[in-house]
């Protein structure tokens, strides 16, 4: 039973064009939701976060927005850029007990960056 | 520089024959997490560490073990390695949530190829 949904395996772009990533989460006690990003051969990295009391977070070229009435949350990235191609991983952690230090990620989507 | 190391990153075994990984960190860390990834699959959670304190995933399979000697070291243990335990093992650790801190650093993964 997946808790974290990225239902799009792929997406393609055109450089300098917008990408949308969508995540939807099934958990209500979900509280704090993170975005990561992984390259081939590598582990994922750390890329924004959004916590459950805001509903937007910017860092450069990248935002999440988070709707937790419809429990879904989404990451855009402008412009996008080649360099950005890549496997975006949606992650969100629990609020109680032994689920505060337990991420549930998503199957991913990867972002291809066109030139 | 790396923080999280993982070794070997690519790890050949015959079916049955135990498996150990292992996983370094230098960033003083209270939490270590392994992650199993198959192909296409969402990063699952088979145990953490909340300092020498072990927790178990109610999925995890008996055939996975893991020690923490010390802060810095986490090992991986499989017993009887079968082929559907072949996939990348990540290794992430994170530090106190009461420390505001609760951002996953991952290592680049060891990928197990059971034949």
């Known amino acids: 039973d997946q808790q974290v949904k990225q239902n799009s395996p792929s997406l393609s772009v055109q450089e300098g064009r917008i990408s949308i990533l969508n995540c939807d989460y099934t958990?209500?006690?979900?509280?704090?939701f993170l975005w990561y990003k992984k390259y081939p051969a590598e582990g994922p990295t750390f890329l924004i976060s959004?916590?459950?009391?805001?509903d937007k977070n910017e860092d450069g070229r990248f935002t999440v927005f988070l709707n937790k009435s419809a429990k879904h949350l989404s990451l855009h990235i402008v412009p996008s850029q080649p360099g950005d191609s890549a496997v975006y991983f949606c992650?969100?952690?629990?609020?109680?007990?032994?689920?505060?230090?337990?991420?549930?990620f998503g199957k991913g989507t990867l972002l291809t960056v066109n030139p | 520089d790396a923080m999280v190391i993982q070794n070997p990153r690519y790890q050949v075994t015959q079916f049955g024959k135990p498996v150990t990984l292992s996983c370094s960190q230098t960033l003083n860390h209270n939490v270590m997490y392994w992650y199993q990834q198959k192909s296409s699959q969402a990063p699952k959670l088979l145990f953490h560490?909340?300092?020498?304190?072990?927790?178990n995933e109610a999925d995890t399979p008996d055939n996975f073990q893991s020690r923490r000697p010390n802060t810095s070291f986490c090992f991986l243990d499989i017993r009887s390695p079968g082929l559907g335990d072949a996939a990348m093992y990540l290794c992430a650790t994170s530090g106190d949530r009461s420390s505001g801190a609760n951002v996953l650093t991952f290592g680049a993964g060891s990928r197990l190829t059971v034949l």
């Open positions: 992650a969100a952690r629990g609020n109680s007990g032994g689920s505060n230090y337990k991420l549930t």
């Open positions: 560490y909340y300092d020498k304190d072990f927790n």
């Open positions: 958990n209500s006690m979900f509280d704090y």
């Open positions: 959004i916590s459950s009391i805001k």
